[in-house]
């Protein structure tokens, strides 16, 4: 094949596994079997072989992870990655709820998360494409990892609109890809990791990315760290603006009008908590205007307009795997 039509079919096949691979981890709605994707795959790692100069930044074949580092990076959060207060109970939740309206009055909205129990991550983008991303560490300083983030399949290499943004989020280990992580670590008489969130810690800390590019990870944004000159005047538009951009958000989230709407949110989580894919440790309460928000500001750690719904330790559940290998 000459360079020219090398160039074509490179292009071609980039975008469609790009695609393809945005419907299947973003969208969760894989649009072609997973056979199909691998052919594809190494169809277009033969050809970026033949001329290198094909492989770009956002190739899909850069997911696989590239070489060892021999260290992480420490790096500085221009804007700093706060951490949340927590409630106990339902007259916590209300006690925050007139705190808030003591600052900023009656007419408050509220948007419920659910709190992904994973690993706190920043993501710089400029001109629409991943440059850097670090782990949330003090608050303040963090550590560079955007090799093993770049290996998260959900999280894209190239927005869709050339936008130059921090976003924030959380990365974690679906329940399922723990489990068979665990599995094989007892098989290869590994010490098992005890819960998702350390497994995905641990899978962010190798210095070798195929590590992290074969631990399933996952992410999802939750945040954008200064909306700038955006015009979004709320943090429900700023999700529905990641979702836009080709961001991976939470569609469990619910923006509502009364604490007593949150406490119903809450409760009604706490039932169906072992039925989702991933581990959450609670529900993120967070004041939905921007004005708002900025109005009531932040204490040293954390801001006064967002709080941790923080849900019972779950007793210690002999997972069905435990059962089997037992
Ligand atoms: N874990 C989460 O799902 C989550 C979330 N959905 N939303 C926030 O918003 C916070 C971030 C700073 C101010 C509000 N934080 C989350 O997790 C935080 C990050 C750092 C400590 C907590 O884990």
Redesign the pocket.
């Known amino acids: 094949m000459d360079f020219q039509s090398a160039e074509k079919k490179a292009k071609d096949l980039q975008n469609l596994l790009n695609q393809y691979s945005y419907d299947y981890h973003v969208l969760d709605q894989p649009t072609i079997p997973d056979a199909e994707y691998d052919r594809l795959l190494r169809e277009l790692l033969e050809i970026e072989e033949q001329f290198p100069e094909l492989q770009t930044a956002d190739s899909p074949t850069q997911r696989v992870g590239g070489e060892t580092l021999s260290m992480f990076h420490k790096v500085q959060h221009t804007i700093p990655?706060?951490?949340?207060g927590n409630a106990f109970d339902d007259q916590e939740l209300r006690d925050f709820d007139r705190r808030v309206r003591q600052g900023v009055g009656d007419n408050v909205s509220y948007v419920c998360?659910?709190?992904?129990?994973?690993l706190?991550v920043s993501l710089i983008y400029e001109d629409g494409m991943f440059v850097r991303g670090a782990t949330?560490g003090d608050?303040t300083t963090g550590e560079d990892i955007t090799s093993n983030l770049r290996t998260i399949r959900s999280l894209p290499i190239r927005l869709k609109k050339p936008v130059s943004l921090e976003v924030?989020?959380?990365a974690f280990m679906p329940k399922k890809s723990f489990i068979a992580l665990n599995k094989s670590r007892k098989e290869r008489e590994e010490e098992p990791f005890a819960n998702p969130r350390n497994a995905a810690a641990g899978s962010l800390r190798q210095l070798d990315p195929k590590i992290a590019a074969s631990r399933n990870l996952d992410v999802?944004l939750?945040?954008i760290a200064d909306v700038g000159d955006t015009g979004i005047r709320s943090h429900s538009e700023g999700l529905d603006y990641l979702e836009q951009l080709g961001f991976k958000t939470?569609k469990e989230?619910r923006k509502v009008d009364s604490i007593e709407a949150v406490i119903e949110y809450v409760n009604g989580w706490v039932e169906k908590r072992p039925d989702l894919p991933y581990d959450?440790?609670?529900i993120?309460i967070?004041v939905d205007s921007l004005d708002q928000q900025a109005e009531l500001g932040?204490t040293a750690k954390?801001?006064r307009?967002?709080i941790?719904y923080k849900f019972p330790a779950e007793e210690v559940v002999t997972t069905l795997m435990d059962i089997e290998l037992n």
Do not use: C, H, Q
């Open positions: 990655m706060l951490s949340l998360e659910l709190k992904i129990d994973g706190a949330r608050g924030r989020g959380e999802f939750y945040g939470n989230r959450i440790d609670g993120v967070k932040t954390s801001p307009w967002a941790a």
